[in-house]
């Protein structure tokens, strides 16, 4: 595989969707590893007060992670720029900004940035605070809260492209409609108000916890298909014991494969694989473009 071009930098990618359960954690966990094994260089971004991915690489959010290690101070104004909160993780090859509970005080402190500075574009605290550490890697991955909330506007401005995860059944297809909606006309506005435009490099909704043998979930992904026409991409994450087991021992998949379960986990990394695969040709283009 080829590395990124010299003189491109990073393509920074937010994993999004209003609803929790989609598999946007896990989602931004696996493609992370799954560059890193590529030998591509990763920045993975909690932006989720649960703290979630900075659990499954191997991070405790209650006792070992701070207000001054998450992106608050960033979004507080504290600090110019994210390089103070990038750490290490387990994992070669990957850093990681990670969350805690406290995060949840960004609600509160982007929007009252503007009010002390008329004009304060709050929606923009990520991208810009990125700007600094676009060199150093290739990917930039940020996991989001499920919910449009300042923090997942910050995520959406800050990124070139997007994942969308959903699992076909009705009811998260009908919610995941309004996620859609609602950050096209966001950033859309937001931008215009930032004198520029945008576009993203892509946006992928990808289906994902997928039982291929049950009927409903035939119909919904038919769904999918006609309302994200060519935006839902070819390759399914099937629903996996091997997936569901991994995060119960705060992994993914391919932590299983390193350490050696490799057989049983066949049916879960292979799809992954075709998303790393996919997401890098995506990834390529955006570099070759810059
Ligand atoms: P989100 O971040 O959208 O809330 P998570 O990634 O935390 O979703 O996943 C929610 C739950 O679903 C977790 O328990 C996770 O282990 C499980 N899960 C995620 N992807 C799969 C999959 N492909 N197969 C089976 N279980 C999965
Ligand atoms: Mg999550």
Redesign the pocket.
């Known amino acids: 595989n080829e590395l990124r071009p010299p003189g491109s930098t990073a393509i920074t990618i937010a ?1 999004g ?1 209003f ?11 696996t493609l992370a590893q799954g560059m890193s094994m590529l030998g591509h260089s990763v920045l993975l971004i909690d932006c ?1 007060p ?1 703290g ?2 900075t659990t499954l690489m191997g991070i405790l959010p209650d006792s070992e992670v701070e207000l001054n290690d998450t992106v608050m101070p960033l979004f507080s104004g504290r600090q110019p720029d994210i390089t103070y909160a990038v750490r290490g993780t387990y994992w070669d090859g990957i850093d990681l900004v990670a969350a805690a509970p406290v995060l949840f005080g960004a609600e509160f402190a982007l929007p009252a940035r503007q009010t002390q500075e008329p004009g304060f574009e709050f929606w923009s605290v990520l991208d810009y605070g990125l700007d600094a550490v676009r060199e150093k890697y290739d990917f930039i991955i940020i ?1 989001t809260p ?1 919910a449009l909330s300042y923090t997942t506007i910050n995520a959406l401005m800050a990124a070139n492209g997007i994942i969308m ?1 959903l699992p076909p059944n009705p009811l998260d297809f009908a919610s995941s409609a309004q996620f859609w909606d609602l950050f096209g006309d966001l950033t859309n506005q937001l931008i215009t108000q930032r004198g520029g435009h945008k576009s993203f490099a892509f946006v992928d909704v990808l289906p ?3 039982e291929s043998a049950d009927q409903t979930s035939l119909l919904v992904k038919k769904w999918m298909a006609s309302a994200y026409g060519d935006k839902l991409v070819s390759v399914e ?8 087991a ?3 021992e705060f992994g993914t998949v391919y932590d299983q494969v390193e350490s050696g379960s490799a057989r049983t986990f066949k049916r ?1 990394t292979d ?1 992954y694989d075709r998303l790393v695969e996919l997401i890098e040709d995506q990834a390529q283009m955006f570099w070759r473009k810059q």
């Not at 609803?19 to 966990?29: D, E, F, H, L, P």
């Not at 994450?237 to 569901?244: E, F, G, L, R, V």
């Open positions: 994993i969707n609803k929790g359960g989609v598999s946007k954690t896990t989602t931004a966990a989720d649960q979630s991915l996991d499920p995860p994902t916890k997928v994450i099937p629903k996996t014991a091997a997936a569901n991994s995060s119960a879960a799809a």
